[in-house]
């Protein structure tokens, strides 16, 4: 069976921390990576990773993956307020087109 | 944005009775998605589409049925709603599925 992993499922840190999540995935036909981030409604996306050791930045935001041990991670460094949100991983299947979701790592930044 | 649009997008309906979610786009993205999200579980594929009159199931499809008859429109329907079914309800769509998923806002549904 299909299944992608998040951990850790919920994390509290102090703003200006650098926080790093976690994402394994045991697949098969595995196609992509992509994270998303939820706040109050629809996921929003983040990065697609295909390739590993190629990291994907976008400013506090990055993103790698490894393909050989199945997992990727995303950092946000200095992080603030409105990093708050639901970190979303979730793995495309080349088999049969499927895009399966973990359970996502709730983030909270305190002021 | 991406041109997505969910309705309704909130209803309470009773147990029993059948219930259609419509899902529209404006992308002309060939594939589209069906998800429920449940606290504790994440987001859990219940069908998709990956072109007109072809569709398949995801992890959570039993109690669910959907239909494709045009490219834009992908429907969603609770034959006989159970209160199990009540949940927040996502479309999504992607141009191919090696690429990003854009999500629409969300149903929230509510089974009583």
């Known amino acids: 069976e299909d299944k992608v992993v998040q951990s850790p499922l919920s994390l509290v840190v102090h703003e200006g921390d650098t926080v790093t999540l976690n994402c394994s995935y045991e697949?098969?036909?595995?196609?992509?990576l992509l994270w998303y981030k939820q706040e109050k409604k629809a996921p929003t996306f983040l990065f697609m990773l295909?390739?590993?050791?190629i990291e994907k930045k976008s400013g506090r935001l990055s993103s790698i993956l490894d393909k050989k041990e199945l997992f990727s991670i995303l950092n946000i460094t200095a992080t603030q307020t409105g990093d708050s949100a639901v970190y979303l991983c979730a793995v495309s299947i080349n088999r049969d087109d499927k895009i399966i979701f973990g359970k996502g790592t709730r983030l909270h930044i305190l002021p | 944005d991406a041109g997505i649009t969910q309705s309704p997008r909130h209803k309470v309906t009773e147990t029993g009775t059948p219930v259609t979610l419509r899902c529209h786009q404006t992308?002309?993205?060939?594939?589209m998605y069906w998800y429920r999200q449940d606290p504790g579980h994440g987001l859990r594929l219940i069908h998709y589409s990956y072109g007109v009159k072809d569709t398949d199931k995801g992890e959570v499809s039993d109690g669910y049925s959907v239909s494709r008859s045009k490219t834009e429109d992908f429907l969603l329907t609770l034959e006989s709603a159970t209160s199990s079914q009540t949940s927040v309800y996502f479309c999504a769509i992607s141009r191919v599925p090696n690429t990003e998923a854009f999500f629409g806002q969300g149903t929230r549904l509510t089974v009583v």
């Open positions: 295909t390739s590993s050791g």
């Open positions: 697949v098969t036909n595995f196609r992509s």
């Open positions: 992308e002309n993205h060939r594939y």
